[in-house]
């Protein structure tokens, strides 16, 4: 520090303010080339999703379409039963969703809140098994789940989320910190429970967590493919990764590439607008539980 | 005395009360699949008929196999590329847009953007775009008069191909960056200017060790994230071609779930854990010296 110190003599206060003018400028530069080379993909995705199937085959593709084809998003739902699916895959979705909320807000509270012998122990051990990785316990969970006769039902996907994630545990215990004690202080002095605190007073103060999780474990639930491909073998309980990943397999000839486009934009539509809904809470959530 | 010692049971039986869900759960889908896939591993199990003890066999027979010594390789090899990389992109757009600028919460959205694809849409999008016929990458590189390899369908590029559609969503980690530049206080940065320190000083001295958390949160949770890749894998390569894009978990999955050998996957998920384990505590072990925690002594 004492070498710069003496190299630059105390100039006017203005001078870095105006040196930063080249470094804005190539920063802006920077950041549009890199947005162009992001939303590029996306903008093809769209575009050929709505090409006839003989102009998905030319090359250079075309930019927008010539003609377009609003028919491929009505194949798909013939092609790949895409509404059950679709249907399957909310429904294994919402219900997690639900589950992780319920279970990790219950849990995160009870570290949050309670000094009790073992919390440390047990948070400990809670962050590490953030580190276990899936397939490493899938075989005997399969097992299990088989012995409860479970293959081939919804049920793997949907019963663990009941039992709280570890890392949106870690995110909403941060964010419950940060409430004031006094407010339970408050609420203990009503006569309040401590169940009816956690549903009264944490959790209504805590949307912007609780929509980051729900967002979390939305995204991971709908995107999920190792988990459903190994428990569902009925292709009338296929979730939509399932049944997209199909599209590429050898059974067509030549990729029905409209409809990989499609498929994709409609597997994103639920992802955009949960984002769109809670962007502004998500973003709080984000920097309010940021990881110190 | 008494009314002490029944409020800290008070708490103890609250604690336990309230995370009785996550407890429950950690005994039936973790401790209990941990401890029985070690068991696993020592036997010859198929699922169907009853697990017969074989000893070390499993494990013998995984050093000597082609295999998994392919699959070890090409997850390596795919970690340590697309992990740093992603990491440094994440960290590069975080700080452009951790300055006042027009457009900025445009350019975070679209930044993010790609993120949302993730999973099979990504997959299937980046399978049209990396095909050599009518793919949108040959495209692009014939603007500057590349002709681009036939990518996920040549052994030598397949692999490549994966890790660079991996920085499409570098935005992901942009956002946990942006959120942890937030937490820089401004004084510091300020203090520092008045000081006469440059740009990349204060960016090294004060902007890097404030967020460092953050910096070696990603780290491990990208390492661990990338020894489990298995979507592109099944989606986009089948392994292939010739097993360039043969993926540790995609070995995995293919050994339990269409070989039936159990056993034998029981020990390559027990070996996939212990260097998870591995990397982790050397990583914690080496950051120790360079992480900054708020209100903890650094040296």
């Not at chain 1, 804005?24 to 530069?29: E, G, L, P, V």
């Not at chain 1, 593709?61 to 739902?77: G, H, M, V």
């Not at chain 2, 920085?167 to 959120?179: C, K, N, Q, R, V």
Request: one cysteine or more; aromatic letters at 16%.
């Amino acid at each position: 520090m004492s070498t710069v110190k003496a190299t630059s003599p105390l100039g006017p206060p203005s001078r870095p303010r105006r040196r930063l003018a080249p470094v804005k400028i190539a920063s802006f530069i920077t950041l549009i080339i890199t947005t162009f080379l992001m939303l590029l993909p996306l903008f093809f995705m769209v575009s050929t999703s709505l090409k006839s199937k003989r102009e998905m085959l030319k090359f250079p593709p075309t930019f927008l379409p010539e003609s377009w084809a609003w028919s491929n998003y009505a194949d798909i739902f013939e092609t790949l039963q895409f509404g059950t699916l679709y249907k399957n895959s909310l429904i294994i979705a919402g219900l997690s969703v639900f589950g992780t909320l319920l279970s990790s807000a219950l849990v995160a509270y009870g570290f949050a809140r309670y000094r009790g012998r073992g919390n440390n122990f047990w948070f400990i051990l809670l962050l590490s098994t953030m580190m276990l990785p899936y397939p490493a316990i899938m075989i005997p969970q399969f097992v299990l789940f088989s012995k409860m006769q479970w293959i081939d039902t919804f049920l793997p996907l949907i019963v663990p989320a009941f039992f709280g994630s570890a890392y949106n545990i870690f995110l909403l215990r941060q964010f419950f910190s940060t409430l004031p004690e006094e407010l339970f202080d408050a609420g203990r002095m009503d006569g309040c429970g401590e169940l009816r605190m956690w549903r009264t007073i944490a959790l209504p103060l805590s949307a912007p967590a609780l929509a980051t999780v729900a967002i979390f474990a939305f995204i991971y639930s709908w995107n999920d493919l190792l988990t459903p491909v190994l428990y569902l073998s009925s292709s009338d309980k296929f979730t939509l990764p399932v049944g997209m990943a199909s599209l590429t397999s050898s059974r067509f000839r030549i990729p029905p590439w409209h409809l990989l486009m499609v498929a994709s934009v409609l597997a994103m539509v639920p992802i955009v607008t949960l984002f769109a809904i809670a962007q502004k809470q998500f973003v709080e959530g984000i920097v309010l539980t940021g990881i110190k | 005395m008494f009314v002490i010692k029944s409020e800290s049971r008070r708490q103890t039986f609250y604690l336990y009360l309230f995370i009785s869900p996550w407890l429950i759960g950690f005994l039936i889908f973790a401790l209990y699949p941990i401890l029985s896939s070690l068991y696993y591993s020592f036997t010859d199990y198929d699922i169907i008929h009853p697990p017969k003890f074989i000893g070390l066999a499993n494990y013998t027979e995984m050093f000597h196999n082609e295999l998994f010594w392919r699959s070890v390789k090409v997850t390596l090899r795919y970690t340590f590329i697309s992990v740093p990389v992603q990491l440094l992109l994440g960290l590069g757009f975080a700080l452009l847009l951790h300055q006042s600028l027009p457009w900025r919460g445009f350019f975070r959205t679209a930044m993010y953007f790609p993120s949302m694809v993730s999973g099979v849409a990504m997959s299937l999008l980046w399978y049209w775009i990396f095909n050599p016929q009518i793919g949108l990458f040959n495209y692009m590189l014939s603007w500057f008069g590349i002709h681009g390899p036939a990518w996920l369908m040549n052994p030598d590029t397949a692999l490549y191909a994966l890790i660079i559609m991996s920085f499409w969503t570098a935005g992901s980690g942009m956002i946990l960056f942006l959120a942890g530049l937030q937490g820089v206080p401004a004084s510091l940065i300020e203090a520092a200017n008045l000081d006469g320190a440059g740009r990349f000083r204060i960016f090294l001295n004060i902007t890097l060790p404030m967020i460092s958390p953050v910096l070696l949160f990603q780290l491990i949770m990208g390492l661990i994230d990338s020894f489990q890749v298995f979507t592109q894998a099944f989606v986009m390569t089948q392994g292939g071609p010739n097993y360039s894009t043969w993926f540790y978990v995609y070995n995995l999955y293919t050994s339990a779930f269409k070989e039936y050998r159990a056993g034998y996957s029981s020990a390559l998920a027990w070996v996939l854990l212990i260097v998870v384990m591995l990397f982790t505590a050397v990583i914690m072990k080496l950051s120790r010296r360079y992480v900054h925690y708020e209100g903890g002594s650094r040296r």
